[in-house]
């Protein structure tokens, strides 16, 4: 099976900025999205399509993919980032088809 | 608006099966596949599986082969996941989650269902 992986945990100070990576072979030739995940609530969809943001999504939030990792960053980090965070990719030739990083969790000092 | 909204939390004993609906509605059912997710307390998102509301089609990840079924009912825009033989370590939340196709991000997800797996 394809293996994401991601770091445990990433701190930043408020107004600073954020950059959370995601491993894997080869992983800039696959389309990685990005949730975010509050305490008690449902994952959010953030990045989709390696950088593409929803609506509703502030600009703070961009992605990036390339050669074995993609990265999400978050500028001008505000305490109501504070969530975990998980990447995900389609892998037609992995079981399973649908593939989650271990999740980060970024904290807000 | 979208919204999925998935039934009530269950507590059931091994060995025992449990069926979690998922309510769709602002949108048409029949054009986007129903992915279910799971999540363990204090873990991370494991997918489980999809279905394809218009088909009926499914395609399950090989760890919940055998024991997972996804089905649906589109007169009311429902999907179901059941999940038999349960054990302790099925205790988890699950979601369901809107993906229109395979590679497709997941972007509207269910509030999440408890299901509690003791003796």
């Known amino acids: 099976s394809y293996v994401l992986t991601q770091p445990p945990s990433v701190s930043v100070a408020p107004g600073k900025t954020a950059r959370i990576t995601c491993g894997g072979n080869?992983?800039?030739?696959?389309?990685v999205h990005w949730y975010q995940q509050k305490p008690g609530q449902a994952p959010v969809l953030v990045i989709y399509?390696?950088?593409d943001r929803p609506s509703g999504i502030p600009e703070r939030f961009s992605g990036s993919n390339s050669g074995n990792t993609a990265t999400l960053t978050i500028s001008r980090v505000e305490a109501g980032d504070e969530a975990d965070y998980y990447c995900?990719?389609?892998?037609?030739?992995?079981?399973?088809?649908?593939?989650f990083g271990g999740g980060t969790k970024l904290t807000v000092l | 608006q979208v919204q999925l909204v998935q039934s009530g939390a269950e507590v059931k004993k091994p060995g025992a099966s449990v069926k979690v609906s998922c309510k769709a509605s602002?949108?048409?059912?029949?054009?986007?596949?129903i992915n279910w997710v799971r999540q363990a307390t204090g873990q991370g998102l494991e997918w489980m599986g999809w279905?394809?509301?218009?088909?009926?089609?499914?395609g399950y990840a090989q760890k919940f082969q055998g024991r997972v079924t996804m089905t649906r009912n589109t007169s009311i825009s429902t999907a179901y996941m059941e999940l038999s033989s349960l054990r302790s370590e099925d205790t988890a939340v699950y979601y369901c989650?809107?993906?229109?196709?395979?590679?497709?991000?997941?972007?509207?997800w269910g509030q999440g269902t408890l299901v509690t797996v003791s003796s």
């Open positions: 602002g949108y048409t059912f029949t054009s986007y596949d």
């Open positions: 399509y390696d950088s």
């Open positions: 995900q990719v389609w892998d037609s030739s992995s079981d399973p088809l649908r593939v």
């Open positions: 080869n992983i800039g030739s696959k389309s």
């Open positions: 989650a809107r993906g229109s196709s395979q590679w497709e991000p997941f972007d509207y």
């Open positions: 279905m394809n509301p218009n088909s009926g089609n499914t």
